[in-house]
């Protein structure tokens, strides 16, 4: 494998931990989305950095950012684009819309309604766009960053199991340290330190990466371990629904990234342990309430039933 893809999983990690400070897994997400060409969910509180760590990952190549805030009056068209008549050639003109960048933030995507919600899918599933019977591609790389509040339901829309299939990784942020935050304090003294990042890579350079990770080595004992995960929370008593056959190659692409980011090309049951709770607990239906640690208990049930199920040697 080119040593080009661990170079620039190195890179845009070291890049991103410049502003999102004391956050190194979140960090690692973000890049692990990425390399595996999916997308990321943010479940927190409002002001602990969610939209500072989508906006550092798009500095961090040259790329084109979106941020789109969702709303109650939020149209589909506002998201994918449109196309408007022009009256001087007798034709229809597509506008994209901000769905057509490299990086975009989806802010509160639970406060837009299903309508809204699911004009991501096609986006966020097939890389692309079809407005009026015609199909428009979005640029490579293409990852939605997206964000919620999971203590506030008033005003918002659940989102749908399908959509959550969609997101590799769901994750928060949570409080930092009274170190790392002393250290906030004092590097936004003069403004946002994020404005001043600069690209590390290139689009090219992240595609490459892309495609490397597709051929990271995974042993076949390492398969079998993932798919009895996969398989214990399709039996398990506690889940109504397990994880789907999409659910289990975003896993098997997941950890492949993450060995990139580890600068390996093999799967270690490290991987595969590190990336099981954030991958899977969002596509398991079941009880869903959180508690003061901001945990779901989907989430407690998992790591439980994972602690089970033997590591191979």
């Keep these: 494998m080119s040593k080009d893809a661990f170079d620039t999983a190195r890179l845009l990690r070291e890049n991103i931990s410049r502003v999102v400070l004391g956050k190194d897994d979140l960090v690692q997400m973000l890049v692990v989305s990425l390399l595996a060409s999916e997308h990321l969910l943010l479940e927190d509180v409002p002001g602990v950095g969610k939209t500072l760590a989508a906006k550092a990952l798009a500095m961090s190549i040259h790329g084109t950012f979106a941020r789109l805030q969702f709303t109650p009056d939020l149209l589909p068209s506002d998201i994918t684009g449109s196309a408007i008549y022009r009256s001087d050639s007798s034709d229809f003109e597509f506008k994209p819309g901000p769905i057509f960048n490299h990086v975009v933030l989806a802010d509160e995507i639970n406060r837009a309604p299903p309508r809204t919600q699911s004009a991501l899918l096609e986006a966020m599933s097939d890389g692309s766009v079809s407005i009026d019977g015609v199909t428009h591609p979005l640029p490579k790389p293409f990852i939605v960053v997206a964000t919620q509040n999971p203590f506030e339901f008033e005003g918002t829309y659940a989102l749908p199991e399908s959509q959550m299939d969609r997101f590799l990784l769901r994750s928060s942020i949570g409080y930092r340290s009274r170190v790392v935050e002393k250290q906030v304090l004092s590097t936004h003294r003069f403004g946002e330190p994020v404005e001043d990042l600069k690209?590390?890579?290139?689009?090219?350079?992240?595609?490459?990466?892309?495609?490397?990770?597709?051929?990271?080595?995974?042993?076949?004992?390492?398969?079998?371990?993932?798919?009895?995960?996969?398989?214990?929370?399709?039996?398990?008593?506690?889940?109504?629904?397990?994880?789907?056959?999409?659910?289990?190659?975003?896993?098997?692409?997941?950890?492949?990234?993450?060995?990139?980011?580890?600068?390996?090309?093999?799967?270690?049951?490290?991987?595969?342990?590190?990336?099981?709770?954030?991958?899977?607990s969002h596509r398991l239906v079941g009880e869903t309430i959180f508690g003061e640690d901001g945990n779901s208990t989907s989430e407690q049930h998992l790591r439980e039933m994972i602690s089970t199920i033997p590591v191979p040697m």
Excluded: M, N, W
Excluded at 211 to 238: K, W
Excluded at 251 to 280: H, M, N, S
């Design 199 to 280: 690209p590390v890579v290139s689009a090219e350079q992240i595609t490459h990466a892309q495609e490397a990770a597709r051929s990271v080595r995974f042993d076949d004992s390492l398969v079998d371990y993932l798919l009895q995960i996969v398989e214990a929370t399709r039996s398990d008593t506690r889940f109504q629904v397990g994880v789907s056959t999409r659910g289990a190659l975003s896993f098997y692409r997941g950890c492949q990234a993450r060995a990139i980011t580890e600068q390996r090309d093999f799967v270690t049951p490290d991987d595969i342990k590190a990336l099981a709770t954030p991958c899977l």
